[in-house]
T-cell receptor, first 110, second 114 residues
């Protein structure tokens, strides 16, 4: 069956450290993948898009997408308490349709 | 732009009642999506429209759910009759079809069915 898995447990890290979030999937062949951030009581907000086997940097974000491993890694370097949120990966499955993972809650302590 | 607008923000109703959720997409966007989010199942796509036409409603749980998009600036999601298991946060999102299908989400409607 098709599945998208993200760390189900909350990720707790100290301010200044690098947070690494994973997104693994099975039985999908997405051309690209998106990452969204969701704060409590709000809708998800788009962060970035990454294509097959690409590596991308955007400010403190560093993201990879490996189609052989069927995995995307999302790193936040020099993390800050303001980075605390839930992060969702979303796979593009065709004609504007995205399938979302369940998300990973990140808590950055000062 | 005001972004995607949803109403109401909160809805509490009793089992068996009809519930109507409303969405105004971003002006100029040609695709609209309805999602439901719960702790157990995460964010699930219910239905989406392109140019006001329903394209994929395979995520609609059952016949109690229906959605319409009478024009480019308005959509509704109706649940009739509502059940306690429908309690969730319902999000509407819109997309321009450009920019690799980035979706812009509304603030959501928190529905509680007693």
């Amino acid at each position: 069956s098709q599945k998208i898995e993200q760390n189900s447990e909350a990720l707790n890290i100290q301010e200044g450290k690098t947070a690494t979030l994973t997104c693994n999937y099975t039985n999908y062949s997405p051309a690209y993948l998106q990452w969204y951030r969701q704060d409590p009581g709000r809708g998800p907000v788009f962060l970035l898009l990454i294509r097959e086997n690409e590596k991308k940097r955007k400010e403190r974000l560093k993201v990879t997408f490996d189609t052989t491993l069927k995995q995307s890694l999302f790193h936040i370097t020099a993390s800050q308490p303001a980075d605390s949120a839930t992060y969702l990966c979303a796979l593009y499955t065709g004609f504007q349709k995205l399938v979302f993972g369940t998300g990973t809650r990140l808590l950055v302590s000062p | 732009d005001a972004g995607v607008i949803q109403s109401p923000r909160h809805e509490v109703t009793e089992m068996g009642q009809e519930v109507t959720l409303r969405c105004k997409p971003i002006s100029g966007h040609n695709s609209l999506f309805w999602y439901r989010q719960t702790m157990m199942r995460g964010l699930e796509l219910l239905i989406y429209f392109n140019n006001n036409v329903p394209i994929d409603d395979s995520g609609m749980p059952e016949d109690r759910f229906s959605a319409k998009m009478p024009n480019a600036s308005f959509s509704t999601l109706k649940i009739q009759p509502s059940e306690p298991r429908d309690s969730a946060v319902y999000f509407c999102a819109s997309s321009s079809g450009l920019a690799q299908d980035t979706q812009y989400f509304g603030p959501g409607t928190r529905l509680t069915v007693l």
